[in-house]
Nanobody, 120 residues
């Protein structure tokens, strides 16, 4: 099982980016998926999450600017980021809480990070 994130890049202040993260492998059930970010010399923080039922949650710093969504048929989660600010600059990681066909115990799986840089 792996998570493959993509969509990061360099964008100017006020610009937009869309991140994608696809889960693949012998997945049994996905309970939730989410995005976290880590800026230099800072701890990793929650950005947004979405449950299997479609309930969403956001960090206060991104509410109204970021939107998380998912495509269950593709086991993919998206993060649409608008009105980007320099303080959004970080490595963004996707995480999925899921179980596999070989291990029904739910655990967290992390994707590799994708760099988002917002220039002023």
């Amino acid at each position: 099982v792996q998570l493959q994130a993509s969509g990061g890049g360099l964008v100017q202040l006020g610009g937009s980016l869309r991140l994608s993260c696809a889960a693949s492998g012998r997945i049994f059930r996905i309970n939730s998926m989410g995005w976290y970010r880590q800026a230099p010399e800072k701890q990793r923080e929650l950005v947004a999450t979405i449950t299997s039922a479609g309930s969403t949650a956001y960090a206060d710093s991104v509410k109204g600017r970021f939107t998380i969504s998912k495509d269950d048929n593709k086991n993919t989660v998206y993060l649409q980021m608008t009105a980007l600010k320099p303080e959004d600059t970080a490595v963004y990681y996707c995480k999925s809480e899921m179980s596999t066909v070989t291990n029904w115990s739910t655990r967290d799986y992390w994707g590799q990070g994708t760099q988002v840089t917002v220039s002023s």
